[in-house]
């Protein structure tokens, strides 16, 4: 067998196995269980109970450009879906929100910068833009918002800390 057909084989295999979970919902998830959702994306990157159910969140994405949540009826089952990383939810991060709530709008940051000093810590979200920014929530050291908004990634910068478009 050439390079060429066994490299294909190759791919085609690994295509095959990662075949077994896709990257987001879609409505096809609506009204099933648990554990079919669990089959089809594989483990969630976090869960908490509501009052209505639980709630799966999914991060994804390079970078984690999408957060999904799934909501679960209190029967188990899908009852919706959507992609949190968006504009509507970060208008409502205000000064005066607590941690816990910025978490209930647009889940769990991945990229956490403590502030020197005690000062809190700056949760970053990368997310769908054309643009060269990310959303970021500054926390002060009671964990309540002080301050939100776009901001400028590390890789968007040249050495001299300028932008390097």
């Known amino acids: 067998m050439a390079l060429t057909q066994r490299l ?4 085609l295999c690994l295509f095959c196995i990662g075949g077994c979970t896709t ?6 998830l609506l009204g099933l269980d648990r554990e079919q959702v669990i089959e089809a994306l594989g483990p969630p990157t976090h869960t908490r109970r509501t009052e209505s159910g639980e709630l799966l969140e999914y991060a994804r994405g390079p970078y984690g450009r999408h957060t999904f949540f799934i909501t679960l009826n209190p029967s188990g089952r899908v009852e919706r879906w959507e992609q949190v990383l968006q504009e509507r939810n970060f208008k409502k991060i205000v000064p005066g929100v607590s941690r816990d709530d910025v978490r209930s709008l647009i889940g769990q940051s991945f990229e956490v910068v403590r502030l020197g ?19 970021q929530v500054e926390f002060d050291q009671e ?7 776009d901001g400028i990634p590390p890789e968007c910068l040249n050495r001299r800390g300028l932008l390097g478009l």
């Open 8 to 11: 294909l084989l190759l791919m």
């Open 143 to 149: 964990g309540v918002v002080r301050s939100a908004g």
């Open 23 to 28: 990257y987001g919902p879609s409505n096809a």
């Open 117 to 135: 000093r005690n000062r809190g810590e700056v949760w970053s979200y990368r997310y769908e833009t054309p643009f060269c920014i990310w959303f």
